[in-house]
T-cell receptor, first 114, second 116 residues
Framework: AQKITQTQPGMFVQEKEAVTLDCTYD???????LFWYKQPSSGEMIFLIY??????QNATEGRYSLNFQKARKSANLVISASQLGDSAMYFC???????????FGAGTTVTVRA | GAVVSQHPSWVICKSGTSVKIECRSL??????MFWYRQFPKQSLMLMAT?????????EQGVEKDKFLINHASLTLSTLTVTSAHPEDSSFYIC????????????FGPGTRLTVL
């Protein structure tokens, strides 16, 4: 079964606007971690933000924030004030307590328009 | 932040030859390294997990005799694609984890393999 689902293959956003990337996950483990990575065309994986399953507050890192809705099993990434350099593929990933491996979603390609 | 390097960054080889890809943690010791494969516009698929000094653990469907992984030290893991074929052409990415308590994996820049 798919552990991480990203339903948006591609999105366009206007420069300076905010964009929300959807991510839902499936696990029966009460302890897990959720990650978002950015992959520009160069291919490197850039860590953006992390949310632990027991964290009380939504994670934020600069222009990135994670909208964590535990009951819905969703961990959407919000990018505020989009910049041209934000154009890239974005991956949601999960690590479960008993398994240190990361499971990745299919990814969402974001294109920021000037 | 921690830095992971990969070498080479890209390689073109003939069908039937073997290719070795190196993954190094430059400023930390990695207890565990992971190898992923990514086809164009697709997600990262974990191939195997390697711990220093022990045999790698391969994911289901990954041929261990074809993708040889060696984790000889806490800073170096190598992936050898043996008898490469055009269908092995892909982007190979490694990542490294410092310890079990470390949430984050640090990724290398990837190696693009093209088999002619």
């Amino acid at each position: 079964a798919q552990k991480i689902t990203q339903t948006q293959p591609g999105m366009f956003v206007q420069e300076k606007e905010a964009v929300t990337l959807d991510c839902t996950y499936d696990t029966s483990d009460p302890s897990y971690g959720l990650f978002w990575y950015k992959q520009p065309s160069s291919g490197e994986m850039i860590f953006l933000i992390y949310q632990g399953s027991y964290d009380q507050q939504n994670a934020t890192e600069g222009r990135y924030s994670l909208n964590f809705q535990k009951a819905r099993k969703s961990a959407n990434l919000v990018i505020s004030a989009s910049q041209l350099g934000d154009s890239a593929m974005y991956f949601c990933a999960m690590r479960e307590r008993n398994d240190y491996k990361l499971s990745f979603g299919a990814g969402t390609t974001v294109t920021v328009r000037a | 932040g921690a830095v992971v390097s990969q070498h080479p960054s890209w390689v073109i080889c003939k069908s039937g030859t073997s290719v070795k890809i190196e993954c190094r943690s430059l400023d930390f010791q990695a207890t565990t390294m992971f190898w992923y494969r990514q086809f164009p516009k697709q997600s990262l698929m974990l191939m195997a997990t390697s711990n220093e000094g022990s045999k790698a653990t391969y994911e289901q469907g990954v041929e261990k005799d074809k993708f040889l992984i060696n984790h000889a030290s806490l800073t170096l893991s190598t992936l050898t694609v043996t008898s490469a074929h055009p269908e092995d052409s892909s982007f190979y990415i490694c990542s490294a984890r410092v310890s079990r308590d470390q949430n984050e994996q640090f990724f290398g820049p990837g190696t693009r393999l093209t088999v002619l």
